[in-house]
């Protein structure tokens, strides 16, 4: 079975600190992972992939993520957070096993708290 | 370029109304999908449609039916709504052709009483 999960309901983390946001996958075959970022009462926008090629991907807003395939992980990462990241996070992947679906299996999501 | 658009931003309905959401996107996108976001437990595709004048079942399609009007509309109908179908729901589309990534609109908050 595929499934992507996020083990922190919340990370808080003080202003200029460098933050981590985690997420391990399950798959059977080489995975489609993405990061979106949800801001308050807005919908969900992309901020990188990972889809093949070099495991560190680097995306909108400073953010990059790290794709492990030894340990199924695909930690978010920021060097240094600001209070306007504050937002919740999404880990997805892409449903490998859907055929022309192409739908997206979300984690249940991490709310990140960054304090002045 | 507007991307994705939904309407309305936010209802209220009693048990047994009827509703339609509705998508549009302006990027030429063949496939788009209908999710539902429900706290601590993500998104869930309710729906989806690979291109004009197809529709397919996701997850939980029950208690919804879906109109892909055209290439750029996708609605989302409840006929009789019930408090269960309470969520925040959004609708995405993809372009084909390597990309992979999903384009979400701004979501539509349902509240059914």
């Known amino acids: 079975a595929q499934s992507v999960a996020q083990p922190e309901d919340q990370v808080n983390v003080a202003e200029g600190n460098p933050l981590t946001v985690k997420c391990t996958y399950s798959?059977?075959?080489?995975?489609?992972l993405f990061w979106y970022v949800q801001y308050p009462n807005r919908g969900l926008q992309f901020l990188l992939k990972?889809?093949?090629?070099?495991?560190l991907v680097k995306g909108s807003y400073g953010f990059e993520a790290e794709f492990n395939k030894s340990q199924t992980s695909f930690h978010l990462k920021k060097p240094s957070a600001l209070v306007s990241d504050s937002a919740l996070y999404f880990c997805?992947?892409?449903?490998?096993?859907?055929?022309?679906?192409?739908?997206?299996?979300f984690g249940t999501g991490t709310l990140l708290a960054v304090q002045p | 370029n507007a991307g994705v658009t939904q309407t309305p931003k936010f209802q209220v309905l009693k048990t047994g109304q009827s509703m339609t959401l509705q998508c549009a996107q302006d990027m030429n996108h063949n496939s788009m999908y209908w999710y539902r976001q429900d706290p601590g437990m993500g998104l869930r595709l309710i729906y989806y449609s690979a291109s004009e004048g197809t529709t397919d079942k996701g997850e939980v399609p029950n208690g919804y039916n879906v109109s892909r009007l055209n290439k750029r509309e996708f609605s989302l109908r409840l006929e009789s709504a019930a408090p269960s179908q309470t969520s925040v729901y959004f609708c995405a589309s993809r372009r084909e052709g390597g990309s992979e990534t999903q384009y979400f609109g701004p979501g539509t908050r349902l509240l059914v009483l």
């Open positions: 990972y889809i093949t090629g070099d495991n």
């Open positions: 798959v059977s075959g080489n995975p489609y």
């Open positions: 997805a992947m892409r449903d490998l096993y859907g055929g022309a679906t192409n739908k997206l299996i």
